[in-house]
Protein backbone atom coordinates (compact mmCIF):
# COMPACT_ATOMS: atom_id res chain seq x y z
CA UNK A 1 0.00 0.00 0.00
CA UNK A 2 1.29 3.34 -0.93
CA UNK A 3 1.03 6.35 1.45
CA UNK A 4 1.87 9.76 1.69
CA UNK A 5 2.44 12.21 4.82
CA UNK A 6 2.83 16.09 3.79
CA UNK A 7 4.68 18.05 6.41
CA UNK A 8 5.94 21.67 6.39
CA UNK A 9 2.75 24.51 5.79
CA UNK A 10 2.62 27.08 7.19
CA UNK A 11 2.03 31.03 7.88
CA UNK A 12 4.37 33.12 5.95
CA UNK A 13 5.08 36.59 4.54
CA UNK A 14 5.17 37.73 0.78
CA UNK A 15 8.86 37.02 -0.52
CA UNK A 16 9.66 34.23 1.88
CA UNK A 17 10.54 30.55 1.00
CA UNK A 18 9.16 27.54 2.45
CA UNK A 19 10.03 23.77 1.85
CA UNK A 20 7.58 21.17 1.71
CA UNK A 21 7.80 17.41 2.91
CA UNK A 22 6.14 14.40 1.24
CA UNK A 23 6.96 11.12 2.86
CA UNK A 24 6.12 8.67 0.35
CA UNK A 25 5.69 4.90 1.31
CA UNK A 26 4.85 1.40 -0.69
CA UNK A 27 6.74 3.61 -3.94
CA UNK A 28 9.25 2.38 -6.08
CA UNK A 29 10.12 5.94 -7.68
CA UNK A 30 12.15 5.18 -10.30
CA UNK A 31 8.85 3.81 -12.05
CA UNK A 32 6.03 5.62 -10.67
CA UNK A 33 4.45 9.51 -10.66
CA UNK A 34 4.62 11.79 -7.51
CA UNK A 35 2.97 15.19 -7.82
CA UNK A 36 2.63 18.06 -5.50
CA UNK A 37 -1.18 19.74 -6.01
CA UNK A 38 -2.63 22.65 -4.58
CA UNK A 39 -6.06 23.71 -4.00
CA UNK A 40 -6.93 27.16 -3.01
CA UNK A 41 -10.88 27.77 -1.60
CA UNK A 42 -13.30 27.89 -4.62
CA UNK A 43 -11.20 26.79 -7.33
CA UNK A 44 -9.58 23.63 -9.09
CA UNK A 45 -7.18 21.66 -7.95
CA UNK A 46 -3.91 22.94 -9.96
CA UNK A 47 -0.59 21.12 -10.50
CA UNK A 48 2.15 22.68 -8.95
CA UNK A 49 5.17 20.01 -9.83
CA UNK A 50 5.61 16.49 -10.29
CA UNK A 51 8.29 13.58 -10.87
CA UNK A 52 7.90 11.25 -13.54
CA UNK A 53 10.51 8.97 -12.60
CA UNK A 54 13.58 10.77 -12.77
CA UNK A 55 11.87 13.63 -14.91
CA UNK A 56 10.55 16.96 -13.04
CA UNK A 57 7.84 18.80 -14.28
CA UNK A 58 6.45 22.07 -13.00
CA UNK A 59 3.27 24.23 -13.46
CA UNK A 60 3.38 27.72 -15.46
CA UNK A 61 2.13 29.47 -12.53
CA UNK A 62 5.26 28.32 -10.39
CA UNK A 63 8.16 27.68 -12.54
CA UNK A 64 10.84 29.68 -11.76
CA UNK A 65 10.26 30.23 -8.17
CA UNK A 66 9.47 26.49 -6.96
CA UNK A 67 11.55 23.39 -7.21
CA UNK A 68 10.88 19.93 -6.61
CA UNK A 69 13.60 17.40 -5.32
CA UNK A 70 13.60 13.70 -3.85
CA UNK A 71 15.89 12.11 -1.15
CA UNK A 72 16.00 8.76 -2.10
CA UNK A 73 17.30 7.14 1.13
CA UNK A 74 14.48 9.18 3.15
CA UNK A 75 11.51 8.35 0.74
CA UNK A 76 11.15 12.16 0.64
CA UNK A 77 9.85 13.98 -1.97
CA UNK A 78 10.57 17.64 -1.08
CA UNK A 79 8.95 21.09 -2.85
CA UNK A 80 11.54 24.40 -2.28
CA UNK A 81 9.01 27.58 -2.54
CA UNK A 82 10.79 30.96 -2.81
CA UNK A 83 9.66 34.10 -3.50
CA UNK A 84 6.09 33.04 -2.44
CA UNK A 85 2.81 35.47 -3.24
CA UNK A 86 -0.66 35.37 -1.66
CA UNK A 87 -2.01 33.61 -4.62
CA UNK A 88 0.10 30.68 -3.22
CA UNK A 89 -2.08 30.47 -0.56
CA UNK A 90 -3.86 26.90 -0.89
CA UNK A 91 -3.68 23.16 1.21
CA UNK A 92 -0.86 21.36 -0.59
CA UNK A 93 -0.85 17.88 -1.07
CA UNK A 94 0.97 15.04 -2.42
CA UNK A 95 -0.92 12.22 -5.42
CA UNK A 96 1.55 9.25 -6.48
CA UNK A 97 1.00 6.75 -9.15
CA UNK A 98 2.53 3.62 -9.21
CA UNK A 99 3.39 4.22 -13.03
CA UNK A 100 4.85 6.98 -15.09
CA UNK A 101 1.80 8.66 -16.59
CA UNK A 102 1.99 10.32 -19.41
CA UNK A 103 3.37 14.14 -19.20
CA UNK A 104 -0.05 15.50 -20.75
CA UNK A 105 -2.17 13.84 -17.85
CA UNK A 106 -0.10 14.81 -14.81
CA UNK A 107 -2.21 17.43 -14.31
CA UNK A 108 -5.46 16.01 -13.92
CA UNK A 109 -6.01 14.27 -9.97
CA UNK A 110 -8.03 11.00 -11.11
CA UNK A 111 -5.04 9.41 -13.05
CA UNK A 112 -3.57 9.45 -9.76
CA UNK A 113 -4.36 6.13 -7.16
CA UNK A 114 -2.66 7.54 -3.82
CA UNK A 115 -3.10 10.55 -1.82
CA UNK A 116 -1.80 12.49 1.29
CA UNK A 117 -4.22 14.93 3.74
CA UNK A 118 -2.06 18.21 2.97
CA UNK A 119 -0.50 20.87 4.28
CA UNK A 120 -2.05 24.01 3.93
CA UNK A 121 0.50 27.33 2.97
CA UNK A 122 -0.60 31.10 4.09
CA UNK A 123 1.04 33.52 2.60
CA UNK A 124 0.13 36.90 4.20
CA UNK A 125 0.86 40.43 2.61
Known amino acids: QVQLTESGGGLVQVGDSLRLSCIVS????????VAWFRQAPGKVPELVAA??????YYGDSVRGRFTISRVNAENTVLLEMNNLRPEDTANYYC????????????????????WGQGTQVTVSS
Open 51 to 56: FIGDTA
Open 26 to 33: GLNFDTGT
Open 95 to 114: RASRSKLRPGIIGFERYYNY
